[in-house]
């Protein structure tokens, strides 16, 4: 399993995913699913897979391999996700039947976002089918992979106008609140800060195995959690 | 949808539902997945109810007209799990064929549990195929329908020495996280709080639309959760 996650907000966007990937509870490794494209003062592309490994690392090959005539040569980042889109077609089209037949799931998703120069920052979510959607002031933050127990705390806290401070601890506890409750996700922890504008990546960090501030934020939420808990009153029977 | 949730603890069990379902989102209806079987001083039965309406309601009508020859004379809680088990069997092999025709799922699950004279409390999880599984001090609590939302609180507070009062109000808790994130799940909802050798219910209550208890503690729940979150310390970039 995995979990990815990204805000659109009016600062900017924050990109965040996990490191685990598993075919069967014997078979677990660790690969980042954050990926890059950059050209600094112009553009920053980031792209979070989820799904099939083969397929997500297939899809992003290619789009690295052919860079500098694709997606770094988009006119827009519309036109960039189409180009992921029909990659991830490609792949599908070239290894869908072999799988098929050994009845694998080889479907995937992918959270692709950034800037490019003369446009806002812009954010979307490509389904296994190679469409996609676009986050916006409504709905601004996409989630793929093992979304629901980290959703409800996004869900109170994240807004269009949320700060990106706010933005990235709240996925930084949503993640811990995933982890807490499938194993199949795991440190580390990609976490991505692109600040509107900055055509750059600023502020990027993993989060390893015992890392102090993820340990922390882990312990303080969870303290604060118990704290609130007791402050609750008890149900009364009447 | 559906939210059930049950969890066995030193003290006694506790029991919640909601009572939402629905066929698709212009068909939402209300109905209590709560079943109570009781016999004054010598049992106390609940089954909670996930799945496919008309299954369910067939297995709760069978359950209950024969009730005497039935779950209210089985000798053990393992022997009326069982019953709930072969019941379900029963309903699936009447009308399994014609709703698999028309790829209808019909599957549901049920959360069972009480005490009988003579033996502790006792809660199963029954699965759609009738077998079962048996809680314990290790893993106290069972959930079906949309369980993911409201798991990060329960496996945060809910242990088998847990009191009661915690336990009720923490499923409560549970239930209001995921009632924010999946429309499908919602109020009234069904609590009863078990307590270990009463032979009847005692503590049985529903939360309606607009029950001030029940927005208390969503209010109070999601202000807290927001200071903690103002507490914990942003993230550094290094």
């Given at each position: 399993m995995t979990y990815c996650?990204?805000?659109?907000?009016?600062?900017?966007?924050v990109f965040a995913s996990d490191s685990r990937t598993n075919a069967g509870v014997d078979q677990i490794a660790t690969f980042s699913k954050m990926n890059i494209f950059e050209r600094p003062a112009e553009r920053v592309l980031v792209l979070l897979t989820a799904g099939n490994l083969a397929t997500t690392q297939g899809v992003t090959s290619l789009l690295r391999q052919r860079a500098e005539q694709g997606i770094l040569a988009a006119r827009s980042l519309f036109d960039a996700a189409t180009l992921v889109g029909e990659t991830l077609r490609e792949v599908v089209s070239r290894d869908g039947a072999a799988l098929q037949q050994d009845k694998i799931d080889f479907g995937c998703n992918f959270?692709?976002?950034?800037?490019?120069k003369g446009e806002p920052p812009r954010l979307f979510h490509v389904y296994p089918q190679g469409n996609f959607i676009e986050a916006g002031r409504d709905t601004p933050y996409l989630q793929i992979g093992e979304t629901k127990y980290g959703k409800p705390i996004i869900d109170r806290v994240v807004r269009f106008d949320s700060g990106l401070k706010d933005v990235a601890k709240c996925l930084l506890v949503s993640f811990d609140s995933t982890m807490r409750s499938n194993l199949s996700v795991g440190l580390p922890i990609d976490l991505l800060c692109y600040e509107k504008d900055a055509l750059r990546v600023t502020?990027?960090?993993?989060?390893?195995?015992?890392?102090?501030?993820?340990?922390e934020i882990s312990q303080l939420w969870s303290a604060g959690l118990r704290r609130v808990f007791a402050e609750v009153p008890d149900v009364t029977w009447g």
């Open positions: 996650v990204a805000a659109l907000v009016e600062d900017g966007i959270i692709f976002g950034g800037q490019l502020r990027r960090r993993r989060f390893a195995e015992g890392d102090a501030y993820f340990r």
